[in-house]
């Protein structure tokens, strides 16, 4: 088989019955410390264009409220990155980062037991 120098390892046949793709993930846990009675795990799983799609309006949204990255617990609490915000604006912070999750072409991945 003949590949060609930059060809996108996701078009790129083995054979006739498999194929090449690749993905990236992003996950989080939750109850692993202690002695939880549940523990989760989330995600998201997609392609680098739809990564890049969403990260771009990621890091749009934080920069307009002057934040370099976002964590759920800090935005709930009003601690670290949001220490200065009021309450009110870091709920909007969190829809808008919930719709551009929404709107992107990333599937979510969860499980808990």
Known sequence: MKVEVGANPATILLGT???LILLRAYFEESGIHGRPGVT????FVGSDAAWGAMESRWKEILGNYGIKYFHMTDALSQE???RSIQSWMAQDICNALAKTLQGSDLNPVWSGI
């Open 17 to 19: 019955l498999r194929a």
């Open 40 to 43: 989760v795990i989330g995600g």
């Open 80 to 82: 670290g990155e949001f």
